[in-house]
Every structure is written in structure tokens, then in C-alpha cells.
């Protein structure tokens, strides 16, 4: 079986490193915030080319208190992208404001800029970019409609720790970052994590109360905050995968270019990355009109897949009362239902690789058999 990640034999590489760091929040019993997670927000700001890191249980509470920050609330806009995980939606939601969707570009399946002006009215509060699979949405062009518009703008950073867009690092290409530590992210915690990067001082300020009750100090609370803390394990955890980050993203990029060169001439459609970033492959997908067959195929001769995502927030049970429906989003739409998800982690091997793309390329044909030229002459006649 090709799994689609292996956590442990991440693990099992850097395992004395964890084991002591672990030992030593043991030892120093500073099991929430403290000087580890201290030590982690100003590595982390400073990897993501950012001033202030404020660390936070997860990282939809990273996307709360940063929409929160904004000034984001009841009566308020904010435009996103529906084909994203559920979080960044439910972030919104959080702060009482609505979620107003623009469809992506159907390469890239990031945030289509085109489509943000005819989405702002005298609402619209925010835009919440998604870099998703670990590619920075086209971020240029959203800033410059932004500034004009005065909007605040927040990176859905939680799969693209690390990437870049024109040089510089996700979490620092807008107003606000935020990312996840989950443990299958590109930097993952060993349980839940979250991180808001910025480099406006204000924002950092507000974020760092409501995340421990809103408190200016111990027992003044100025604000209605609430108990996103993120632990202290995790901080010492996080800390030390930090130092291996660029050396796995460099591993999930030549894997990245090995499936690439291993799909050329096969008729599948491999991953566009834009030309100005650097794409850190948090997912790896391929897309193709034949996808449950596929996976369904795929996973008999033990290759393990996945589907980031089957549907598109806008056609969600739980966000029906958004009002959208069916066509709303042809792009998000079209590739909720094209795209599969390769085996990718930074410790794949090369052998596995090839054996997902032969069985691929194998049985790819007899799903879409091309067709014969002298049945189309009959047909005509
Ligand atoms: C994982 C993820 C989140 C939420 O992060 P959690 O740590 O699971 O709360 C938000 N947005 C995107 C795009 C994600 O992939």
C-alpha cells in the first residue's frame, strides 16, 4: 500500500530532536504559551518574512481573530473563494459577517481577481485569499483592488507555509497570515496549532488578547476574548520541525517535478504552477473527467488518494443559507469534481512514485479510450 502520507517516518527522522524538546516542556512544565511558544512565534514570523507571530490553538482561530482584528462583524462582507476547506468559511461565519464567493481560475483553483470588483459593495470589509495546495493566490492584483477599495486582506496560508509569491513569503504578502499547524500541514504540530503572522503592530496587539480572554494583562480584560492558546508542547514541537521545513519543501518539490516529468505525454493534466512562486505542494492534484473511477481504481491496486475538495463550500448543506446554488461557480465546480490527489510528503520515495504514475498510466487509457478514427467517419456517414 502507497499511503497518501506517512506521518511516523517524518517522525522516526527527527525523532531525538522531538523526544528532548518534549522532555524539556515536560521538565519545565510551561504546558501553555510560554517561552518556547515565544521563542516559535518570532522564528515562525520571521521564516514567513513577518514582524509579529501570534500563535493560536488551530488555525481556524487563527482566520477568527484575524477577520476579528479587521474589525470584521455583524452587518459586514467579506469575499472568498468556495472552493477552499470548510474552515475558511466557518471562520467568517465566527464573526457574524457573510461570505461573498467569486469563482477561482480554473489553472491555478485560486481566488480569480477578475471576479472580486463586481463582489465589493459599501459592506465588503475583507477579502480572505486562499493559497491552496500550497500556491499563493495571484496576490498582486488582489492588493492593488484592495488599496483602492480600502479592504483589509487576509492570506488562508494554513497549506502554504513557506511558499512564495514574487519573492516573498506567504504570510507576509498581505495585511494578515494565518496557518495551521495540523498535523498533515507542511509544518505540522503533533496535535492542533495555529499561527497569525502580521506586521502591523495593532493587529498583533488586538490578536494576542482575544486569543488568552481578551486580557491586557492578567484579570484586565478589555476585550470579549476568548481561550485560543497555543501549548507549549506544540510550540517546542513546532520549533523543531521549523529548522527541517525548507529541507521537506524542497523534497515535496522535486517529488513534485518527478510525478510532473513521470505524466508527460500521458494525456493527464498535472499541476500549473504560475511562473513568480514558489508552490510548496501541500497537495498534489491531477485532474480527470473520470475521477471516481480512477480513484476507485487507483486505491484496488494500493495507491491511496484523495479529494481536496469533493464540493464547494457554495453547495455545502451547512452554507445553503448563503443562498447559491448549482452554476453559481462553474470553475470551483468543475474542479470539485475533477480533481484527485496524489500520494505527496516530503519522505515519498522515488520508487513509490513511479509506481502511482505506471498504474495510473495503465489503467488511465481504458477509462478514456481514444477515439477510433474510422468509427467517427461512419458516424458521419
Ligand atoms: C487546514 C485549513 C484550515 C484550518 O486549519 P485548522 O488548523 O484545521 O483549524 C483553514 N483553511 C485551509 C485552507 C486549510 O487547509
Known amino acids: 500500500m502507497i499511503p497518501f502520507v506517512d506521518l511516523r517516518a517524518q517522525y522516526l527522522s527527527i525523532k531525538s530532536e522531538v523526544d528532548a524538546a518534549i522532555q524539556g516542556i515536560l521538565d519545565s512544565c510551561q504546558f501553555t504559551l510560554g517561552s518556547e511558544v515565544a521563542a516559535f512565534e518570532e522564528e515562525f514570523a520571521a521564516y514567513s518574512g513577518s514582524i509579529h507571530g501570534i500563535g493560536v490553538n488551530n488555525g481556524t482561530s487563527a482566520l ?52 472580486i470588483e463586481a463582489a465589493i459593495t459599501p459592506q465588503t470589509k475583507a477579502i480572505l485569499p486562499v493559497h491552496l495546495y500550497g500556491q499563493p493566490a495571484d496576490m498582486a492584483p488582489i492588493m492593488a ?30 495585511d494578515m497570515g494565518c496557518f495551521s499547524f495540523y498535523p498533515g500541514k507542511n509544518l505540522g ?15 498583533a496587539r488586538t490578536i494576542r488578547m482575544l486569543r488568552d480572554w481578551g486580557a491586557e494583562k492578567k484579570y484586565h480584560h478589555v476585550l470579549k476574548g476568548y481561550n485560543m492558546r497555543l501549548e507549549g508542547l506544540q ?67 494500493g495507491v491511496q488518494t484523495g479529494i481536496h475538495y469533493p464540493f464547494p463550500v457554495h453547495l455545502l448543506p451547512a452554507y445553503a443559507d448563503l443562498g447559491y446554488r448549482e452554476g453559481d461557480f462553474p470553475h470551483a465546480e468543475q474542479a470539485a469534481a475533477e480533481q484527485l490527489s496524489l500520494p505527496m510528503y516530503p519522505e515519498l520515495p522515488a ?31
Open 64 to 115: 477568527h481573530l484575524a477577520l476579528l482584528a479587521a474589525g470584521v462583524g455583524p452587518g459586514d462582507e467579506v469575499i472568498t473563494t468556495p472552493f477552499t476547506f470548510v474552515a475558511s468559511v466557518a471562520a467568517i461565519h465566527y464573526t457574524g459577517a457573510k461570505t461573498v464567493f467569486v469563482d477561482i481560475d480554473p489553472v491555478t483553483y485560486t481566488m480569480d481577481p477578475a471576479g
Open 235 to 301: 510550540g517546542a514541537v513546532l520549533r523543531v520541525k521549523l529548522r527541517h521545513l525548507d529541507a521537506w519543501t524542497e523534497a515535496r518539490r522535486t517529488a513534485a517535478d518527478r510525478y510532473g516529468s513521470l505524466l508527460a505525454g500521458s494525456g493527464i493534466a498535472a499541476p500549473h504552477a504560475r511562473p513568480n512562486v514558489r508552490h510548496v505542494y501541500h497537495i498534489y492534484a491531477i485532474r480527470t473527467a473520470n475521477r471516481a473511477q480512477l480513484q476507485e481504481a487507483l486505491n484496488a491496486r
Open 189 to 203: 504540530a503533533y496535535g492542533e496549532g495555529g499561527m497569525v503572522t502580521t506586521a502591523n503592530p495593532e493587529f
Open 351 to 381: 520508487q513509490s512514485q513511479e509506481q502511482v504514475i505506471a498504474t495510473l498510466r495503465e489503467i488511465y487509457p481504458q477509462m478514456n479510450p481514444a477515439p477510433a478514427p474510422a468509427a467517427r467517419v461512419t458516424e458521419k456517414a
Open 145 to 174: 483592488i484592495a488599496r483602492k477599495h480600502g479592504l483589509v486582506v487576509i492570506e488562508d496560508a494554513c497549506q502554504a507555509h513557506g511558499a512564495e509569491y514574487d519573492g516573498k513569503r506567504a504570510g507576509s504578502l498581505a
